[in-house]
């Protein structure tokens, strides 16, 4: 894993969570959705698999892996926690994903603290990318009201998905570092 704090794919990161705040703000609070939410959420999502391409092709970084996840945890909870506050998204369901992401991420801290890191596996990667769809569901204009079934749906989903997800994360916490370290992402 390369040092360098300067690169590409940690420029993007780092954008994504500055430009967060702008989604939060854009999403509004009558529920109806809004296209530049919705555009923005797009962009600022899919950007996570372009910094990804980028750390894939030159050498991911210590400080990347740090903020990566990090990026998609201020990105998709900074947006549920907008819509909970707006009466869209019920709280039960983002506080079970609210506290998952925290509990991993004190794993993640704790783990690296002993040299070892924790890359996202298959599963949580999944779960990041339904979580992400059913808040861009929540605030496109198109399904927001009239479709509410489809972020419902996706936003139980992401329940299920955090919750195993979790407990994967949670059963390799207690083998051997070795298996940890040769876990596939």
């Not at 894993?1 to 993007?12: K, L, R």
Request: proline share 5%; aromatic share 12%.
């Amino acid at each position: 894993m390369v040092d360098s704090i300067n690169s590409w794919a940690n420029a993007i990161t780092a954008t994504r969570i500055l430009l967060s705040p702008l989604v939060f703000l854009a999403i509004p609070e009558d529920g109806t959705g809004s296209w530049w939410a919705f555009v923005l959420w797009f962009v600022l999502c899919a950007s996570d698999g372009v910094d990804g391409y980028i750390a894939r092709r030159r050498g991911p970084t210590a400080v990347g892996a740090f903020l990566d996840p990090l990026a998609d945890k201020v990105l998709v909870l900074g947006a549920m926690f907008t819509l909970v506050a707006h009466d869209v998204f019920w709280f039960v369901p983002v506080a079970v994903i609210a506290g998952r992401e925290l509990l991993i991420s004190v794993y993640r801290i704790l783990k690296s603290g002993r040299g070892v890191s924790v890359p996202a596996s298959k599963l949580g990667k999944y779960k990041t990318v339904v979580q992400q769809f059913a808040v861009a569901f929540a605030i496109m204009p198109l399904t927001a009201l009239d479709a509410t079934w489809t972020w419902l749906s996706l936003l139980w989903i992401a329940v299920v998905l955090t919750i195993v997800s979790g407990a994967q994360y949670l059963w390799y916490a207690g083998r051997p570092a070795d298996v940890l370290v040769s876990e596939p992402a």
